[in-house]
């Protein structure tokens, strides 16, 4: 376990982690596709959110509360947030209702994902301090730069037989890398980005990306009924004049 935990550290997803991803695996994200396709409400660190049908759901094992809960451990101001890939609108509001960011942005590419973080937001008191935004990734937010950026990335970067869903499967990694090369241009200088990976995500993405950028490994969990490790990275933009190149460069 301690040379597993310093290689995840370091940025690397050990072999042994990767190995542990296999039919039984593929049979769980197929299972979890499925739970997306009904209405649910889940109760988060005490605030209500309700999940339409096709949306990311946050259950209780689900990447989007191991981050909130990651982030509310680590406790760190967030300022002005952007949440890239919304879904409900749990991370995102979930920092202001926790105190943590003063206002948010959040995006997705889903109407219905839009429209239940719009309505999470009016239901929690949030509306005044949140905008909600139909676009994919960046799309809608051109020229703006946010205080921490967050990203409950699609984790599944395998191609596969299974069932499909656009908040879990990104094939070969493509959201990711564009995610990793765009992400700069919207951080403030100093600002934080904080994303989800996973051994079910392509481990030369994540190397790649701690080669050219200092990352730190904020929180790793397994889940165990499912063999998956959950881990939440954080990176820092590098604090500089706006009329100095940017020196964070992502994959």
Known sequence: ????????????VPQALLDQVGPLSIAAHDDHVASLDVEGAYDVFGNRFDAPPGTYHPHPWSSSVFM???????????GCLLDVGCGTG??????LRH?????????DVGD???????????ALGLKSRATACIG???EGVEGQRFDTLVFNMPLMHRVHQGAQHSALDDACGAIAREFFGEAPRYLKPGGCCYFTYSNISDPALLEEFGRRTAISLVAAEWVVSTGFWLMVYRSVKKSAPEDEPDETTFP
């Not at 376990?1 to 690397?12: D, E, R, Y």
């Not at 749990?90 to 920092?95: F, K, R, T």
């Not at 105190?99 to 995006?107: E, H, I, P, R, S």
């Open 1 to 12: 376990m301690p040379n597993t935990i310093a290689l995840l550290k370091g940025g690397s």
């Open 68 to 78: 909130v809960r990651s982030l509310l451990r680590e406790g760190r101001h967030l």
């Open 90 to 95: 749990v991370v995102a509001l979930s920092m």
């Open 99 to 107: 105190g943590l960011a003063d206002k948010v942005v959040m995006t």
């Open 112 to 122: 219905e994902a839009i429209l239940a973080a719009r309505q999470n937001a009016e």
């Open 136 to 138: 994919h990734l960046f």
